[in-house]
Structure formats: structure tokens, C-alpha cells
């Protein structure tokens, strides 16, 4: 019996060309089988996986490291403007710039529509503490989500190793 409960993927990407040939994913290409792109990813290829997986809704997310963006605001307001049945756009931002980032979260919202920003603390080496988090922590006031990934305790911890 089929499932009447909708599957939605809260962690996702359209992976531009540039996102997919990062070496932090060579073992993940080596384990897919998958060479370096030279093109990039038709958003057609990326609903057609979600269709066979049964994915109705998911939240494609920007990718913004400490090299700067790997996957633009832009180009998931890009995702979603050509399908915005099935895609709610999350933001990313440079954390090591706050005030840059208030700006920025301010435009996906306002401009771009995004209803959420997503930080990672381990991408960032910093823990989610971290006093560059606060003035986008401000933004709480706003009720929109702030995703973020599991914290790796070994290289974001703030204790002393003896």
C-alpha cells in the first residue's frame, strides 16, 4: 500500500558543475562511479530522481564555504522559479562576513523568496556558537528556519586538546 504521507527532502542540492568537482567530493564521485563534470546538472535530471524516489517537495539548498559559494542564492531562486510546486528555496551566506550576510539573507528573502538559511558549522570549522552566528541568530525574529549540519565535535569544539 502506497505511502499517503508526503516525502520531503529537507536537505538537498541541484549540484551546479563547479559544487560537483570540489576535491572534499572525490571519494563520493570514486564511490558513484561518477567522473569530474564538465557540465552542468539539467534541473530535469534532478526531479526525474526525485519523481522515482517518490520526493514531493524539497528544499534545495545554496552553498556558500570559507571559498566562497559553490551553489548561489541565485541559482536555487533559479530552481525554483521552474518549479515552485516542488522546490522551497534556502538561503546560504558568508559567515565570516555577519553583516555582509544580514544583507544578503535580507535580499533572498525579499527578492528571491527563500524561506529559510541554512549553516554549517563544520563546512566553517567554527561551532554554532560562534559569535560570527549572532547577528544572523537575530534574525530568528524573522520565523524562518535556519538549518544546519551536524556539528562535528573533533573540529568544531571549543575544548582544549591536552
Given at each position: 500500500?502506497a ?9 538537498m ?6 559544487f ?27 526531479l ?8 514531493q ?14 551553489i548561489?542564492n ?13 522546490f ?11 553583516m555582509?550576510?544580514?544583507r544578503?539573507v535580507?535580499r ?8 529559510g538559511v ?14 560570527r552566528y ?7 525574529s ?5 538549518p544546519?549540519g551536524?556539528v562535528?565535535?573533533?573540529s568544531t ?6
Amino acid at each position: 500500500m502506497a505511502s499517503t504521507i508526503p516525502i520531503v527532502d529537507v536537505w538537498m542540492q541541484h549540484p551546479s558543475r563547479q559544487f560537483r568537482a570540489v576535491p572534499m567530493f572525490e571519494t563520493l564521485r570514486r564511490w558513484t562511479r561518477h567522473e569530474t563534470p564538465y557540465t552542468d546538472m539539467p534541473l530535469e535530471a534532478t526531479l526525474s530522481a526525485r519523481d522515482e524516489a517518490g520526493v514531493q517537495v524539497g528544499l534545495p539548498s545554496a552553498w556558500w564555504g570559507p571559498h566562497g559559494p559553490l551553489i548561489s542564492n541565485d541559482a536555487v531562486a533559479r530552481c525554483v522559479q521552474r518549479s515552485p510546486d516542488r522546490f522551497i528555496g534556502i538561503a546560504a551566506v558568508d559567515l565570516f562576513r555577519p553583516m555582509e550576510a544580514i544583507r544578503e539573507v535580507r535580499r533572498c528573502v525579499s527578492e528571491l523568496g527563500m524561506r529559510g538559511v541554512r549553516m554549517l558549522p563544520w563546512l566553517w570549522q567554527v561551532p554554532p556558537d560562534d559569535r560570527r552566528y549572532y547577528p544572523l541568530y537575530g534574525l530568528r525574529s524573522w520565523r524562518r528556519p535556519f538549518p544546519s549540519g551536524a556539528v562535528r565535535r573533533q573540529s568544531t569544539s571549543r575544548q582544549k586538546v591536552k
